[in-house]
C-alpha cells in the first residue's frame, strides 16, 4: 500500500511539473508584451546587466594622477579592474588647459597650465585618451570652468573687455576662498574663443565626448557690462536692463542668450564630429536657470545635449529622491540618457561608503541608467575609512563590465 502510494504520488507529481512547464511557456510568450504596454512612457526600460554609466570625475585640483603617465596608467588600471566605463577630465580650468593648446597660446600666451610641472613637455589627455581606450573606457572631457576664469589670470587681464560686471561696476566673484571673474558669454569674442576652445579638444583628440556643467552660464547678478547692456537696448528700443538682476525677464533674456550659443556649438561640433557625445552636468533646473541663467531643459527638449548628469550632492535620502523625482529630471530620462552625479567627498568632507552605496542602490531602483561620481581621489584615497573597504563596496555594485547607455535616435 505504501508503494503503491509513493508511485501515485511520483506520477501526479510528474503530471504537476509538466503542467507548470506549460504555464510557465504561456507566460513567457505574452507577459513581455503586456509590460511593454504597461510601462509608462517616461520610464524608459534600464537593464543594468546590459548598460549602466559608471563614471567619474577626474580633477586637476587635491590629485596628481593626471600629472603623470604612470599616475594615469595606475588610476586607470584600477578603474578598469572595478568595472568603471567613463572617465570625466578636468581640461579647461583655472584660465588654463591641462593639454598644450594652440588656441590659449594665441589669445593670451599660454599653452598649458603653467603652474603645474607635471603638465609640461607632454600632452596628458592625449594620454588619458589612449591608456583609457586601451582599458575599455571612454574619455569625456570636462570643460569644468565654462565661462569662469580666475581674478588674476592672463586671458582676463589680457582681454578684460571679454569680463562682465555686476551692476555695481564689481567683477569679482567669491567661490569659497578663491576670487574669480566671468567671461561674457554674450559677447561674440568670448563665444569664438570659447567655442575654438571646444573644437580644439573635439577634432585633435580620439575622445568619446565633451562635457559642460554649471559653470557653463553665468551668475544671474552679472551682465551689466557695457557691451551686454548696449546689446539689451538695441532689443529693448533703447530700454536699459532692470536694475533687480533677478527680474524674470532680464533672466529671460540672459537665458535665450546663452541656449543660442548653445545652439551654436552644438551644431560646430557635430559639424566635425557626429558621434561626440555632448554631455552636460548641471544643478537642479530651477537653481540653474535663476541663479545661472542655464536653461537646460530647453537645451534638453531642442536635442542640444546628449547625455544629462544632474549633480544631486546632498547627504540626506529624502532630498536625494525627491531631486530624482522632479517633472524636468523624469522628462529628460525618457529622451536621452539621464544619470545622477554621487559625492563621494572633498578633501575636507569625507563622505562614508555606505551613503555612497545607498545613493547608488536608490538610483538603480528608480530606473536610472547610471551614476557619476564627485571625484577620483575621494572613492577610496582621501577617506578616513580603510581604502580596500570602499574598493569592496564598489566591487559588490559593479559585479559585471557593462556598456554605456546609449541616446537611441529614431
Not at 613637455?121 to 574619455?139: K, P, S, T
Not at 571679454?162 to 558669454?185: A, F, H, K, M, S
Not at 543660442?260 to 533646473?285: C, H, M, T
Not at 582621501?382 to 555594485?397: A, C, G, H, K, M
Amino acid at each position: 500500500m505504501l508503494r503503491l502510494t509513493r508511485s501515485r504520488f511520483r506520477f501526479l507529481s510528474l503530471w504537476a511539473s509538466f503542467i507548470a512547464f506549460l504555464m510557465i511557456l504561456l507566460l513567457q510568450t505574452t507577459i513581455p508584451a503586456f509590460s511593454q504596454q504597461s510601462r509608462p512612457a517616461s520610464r524608459p526600460a534600464f537593464a543594468p546587466t546590459t548598460q549602466e554609466l559608471r563614471g567619474v570625475w577626474l580633477t586637476n585640483v587635491d590629485s596628481q594622477v593626471m600629472f603623470s603617465e604612470a599616475g594615469i596608467q595606475q588610476a586607470f588600471q584600477q578603474l578598469a579592474n572595478l568595472r568603471f566605463n567613463t572617465v570625466y577630465p578636468a581640461v579647461w580650468n583655472w584660465g588654463y588647459t591641462q593639454y598644450p593648446s594652440k588656441v590659449t597660446g594665441q589669445t593670451f600666451g599660454v599653452t598649458v597650465d603653467p603652474r603645474e610641472p607635471g603638465l609640461q613637455d607632454r600632452d596628458a589627455l592625449a594620454e588619458m585618451v589612449a591608456i583609457g581606450h586601451r582599458r575599455g573606457l571612454q574619455i569625456i572631457p570636462w570643460f569644468e570652468f565654462g565661462f569662469m576664469t580666475t581674478a588674476e589670470s592672463e586671458l582676463a587681464s589680457q582681454h578684460p573687455g571679454w569680463v562682465t560686471r555686476r551692476r555695481d561696476g564689481t567683477e569679482i566673484w567669491q567661490e569659497g576662498i578663491y576670487d574669480r571673474r566671468w567671461l561674457n558669454p554674450f559677447h561674440p569674442e568670448v563665444q569664438q574663443f570659447i567655442q575654438n576652445l571646444v573644437l580644439e579638444i573635439v577634432t585633435q583628440y580620439d575622445i568619446d565626448g565633451i562635457q559642460f556643467d554649471d559653470h557653463f552660464g553665468l551668475p544671474t547678478e552679472f551682465g551689466y557690462d557695457p557691451y551686454t547692456v548696449q546689446l539689451y537696448r538695441q532689443d529693448h528700443r533703447g530700454q536699459s536692463p532692470p536694475s533687480d538682476p533677478q527680474n524674470p525677464e532680464w533672466i529671460r533674456w540672459r537665458a535665450n542668450k546663452i541656449t543660442s550659443f548653445q545652439r551654436q556649438l552644438f551644431r560646430a561640433i557635430k559639424d566635425q564630429k557626429e558621434g561626440v557625445i555632448v554631455s552636460l552636468s548641471p544643478n537642479r533646473y530651477d537653481f540653474a536657470l535663476n541663479r545661472h541663467l542655464q536653461d537646460w531643459r530647453t537645451w534638453e527638449r531642442e536635442g542640444l545635449i546628449e547625455e544629462l548628469i544632474l549633480q544631486v550632492y546632498t547627504n540626506r535620502i529624502d532630498g536625494f529622491l525627491t531631486e530624482l523625482a522632479r517633472p524636468e529630471v523624469q522628462e529628460a530620462r525618457s529622451h536621452i540618457p539621464t544619470a545622477i552625479g554621487i559625492l563621494t567627498g572633498l578633501k575636507d568632507r569625507p563622505i562614508p561608503i555606505r551613503q555612497v552605496e545607498e545613493q547608488v542602490r536608490t538610483v538603480r531602483q528608480q530606473g536610472f541608467p547610471g551614476v557619476s561620481f564627485f571625484f577620483y581621489e575621494t572613492l577610496w584615497n582621501l577617506t578616513n575609512e580603510v581604502p580596500s573597504d570602499r574598493q569592496s563596496i564598489f566591487q559588490s555594485l559593479f559585479t559585471q563590465s557593462v556598456i554605456r547607455p546609449t541616446i537611441v535616435k529614431p
